[in-house]
C-alpha cells in the first residue's frame, strides 16, 4: 500500500536564496553534513530530469551505504525538484520525494512530501524526515553565510564589440590566455543558459585542474552572462559569478564591466580576490580582441 507523509519548515531567507543554494547542494552537503552525505556523482545529466546520481551516505545514515537516485522534476518556476530512489534504501519497496520552497515574505515555507511502500512492518520515514529537515537547515545556514565581491573596469572597447568577443570566448581565452586556460568544452548544449561545461586550467591556477560550470544567464540585452561552479574548487562550498558590459561613464566608445559574485568560503577562506584578477585579466583579453576585430555595423 502506498503512503504519503509532509513536513513544512519555515526557513529565515527568500524562496530565491534558498532555491540558488538548492542548485549547489551536491557540493554543499557533503561538506556542511559529511556525517551524512559523503559524495553525489551523477551517472546520466547533471541535475536535469532524467539525471541519474549516485548519493554515497556517512556513517549518521546507517540502513545503505549509497542510494541510486533518479530526478523527476527540477522546475525553476515553482521551486520544486523530485527524485525516486531506486537501488539502496530496502526499507521501502518504492520512495519518492518532492520538496517545494514557497515564498512566505521574508521567509520561505520549504515543504517535504515523500510517498512510500514500507516493506513488511516498516514504518513511515520519520528517519528521513528528520534529515530533510537537517538539510534544509543545513541550506539556509549556507545562504546566511554568504558573501559578496564586485569590481568594474573600464575597457577601451564599445560594449557592443567586447559581447562579440564573449561568444567566442571559449576559443579565445586558451589562445590569449594559455597559462590561465587550456580548454573549454561544453558537456550539455553551446552556451546558452542550461549549459554545462569543463574549463581545463592552466599552470597559473594551481588550486584546481579543471573546473565544471553551469551558464545560468547570457542575456544579448543587456549584455549579462552568469555562472555557477558546480565541481572544482575546493574553497568555496558555492561560488557564481555574473559579468556585465554597459557603455563607459567616461567617455564614449568604451565599457564598464562588472564582475560580481556570489560566494560561500570554506572554513576561513577569504574573499576571492584571486579570482578577481583573474576576471580583470580576462576583461582585458576580450578588450584587446574587440579592439582589433570591431563589430561590423
Not at 557564481?240 to 554597459?246: D, I, P, V, Y
Not at 564614449?252 to 570554506?266: E, H, K, R
Amino acid at each position: 500500500m502506498v503512503h504519503t507523509v509532509s513536513h513544512t519548515e519555515v526557513l529565515q531567507c527568500s524562496a530565491d536564496d534558498i532555491w540558488d543554494a538548492c542548485k549547489h547542494a551536491d557540493d554543499i552537503l557533503p561538506r556542511l553534513m559529511p556525517d551524512f552525505f559523503t559524495k553525489s556523482v551523477f551517472l546520466q545529466g547533471h541535475g536535469e530530469p532524467g539525471s541519474i546520481r549516485i548519493v554515497k551516505l556517512g556513517p549518521a545514515a546507517p540502513h545503505a551505504a549509497e542510494v541510486k537516485e533518479r530526478m523527476d522534476t527540477f522546475d525553476d518556476a515553482t521551486k520544486t525538484l523530485g527524485y525516486t530512489v531506486l537501488e539502496g534504501d530496502r526499507r521501502y519497496s518504492s520512495f519518492s520525494a518532492q520538496m517545494k520552497f514557497v515564498p512566505a515574505g521574508k521567509t520561505t515555507e520549504a515543504i517535504w512530501t515523500a510517498t512510500y511502500e514500507p516493506v513488511g512492518d516498516m514504518g513511515p520515514p520519520e528517519h528521513i524526515k528528520q534529515i530533510v529537515v537537517l538539510v534544509f537547515k543545513t541550506l539556509e545556514r549556507a545562504v546566511l553565510s554568504r558573501k559578496t565581491l564586485s569590481h568594474t573596469e573600464t575597457l577601451d572597447a564599445s560594449p557592443d564589440a567586447i559581447w562579440e568577443a564573449c561568444k567566442h570566448a571559449d576559443e579565445l581565452l586558451p589562445k590569449a590566455m594559455p597559462e590561465f586556460f587550456t580548454s573549454s568544452t561544453f558537456l550539455q548544449g553551446h552556451g546558452e543558459p542550461g549549459s554545462i561545461r569543463v574549463v581545463k586550467m592552466g599552470p597559473a591556477i594551481p588550486h584546481a585542474a579543471e573546473v565544471t560550470e553551469r551558464m545560468d544567464l547570457f542575456d544579448e540585452a543587456s549584455k549579462t552572462l552568469g555562472y555557477t561552479v558546480l565541481q572544482g574548487d575546493s574553497r568555496y562550498h558555492y561560488f557564481s559569478a555574473t559579468m556585465k558590459f554597459a557603455p563607459g561613464a567616461a567617455a564614449a566608445g568604451t565599457t564598464d564591466a562588472t564582475w560580481t559574485a556570489t560566494y560561500v568560503p570554506v572554513g576561513d577562506m577569504g574573499p576571492p580576490e584571486h579570482i578577481k584578477q583573474i576576471a580583470i585579466l580576462v576583461f582585458k583579453a576580450l578588450a584587446g580582441v574587440a579592439k582589433a576585430k570591431p563589430t561590423v555595423a
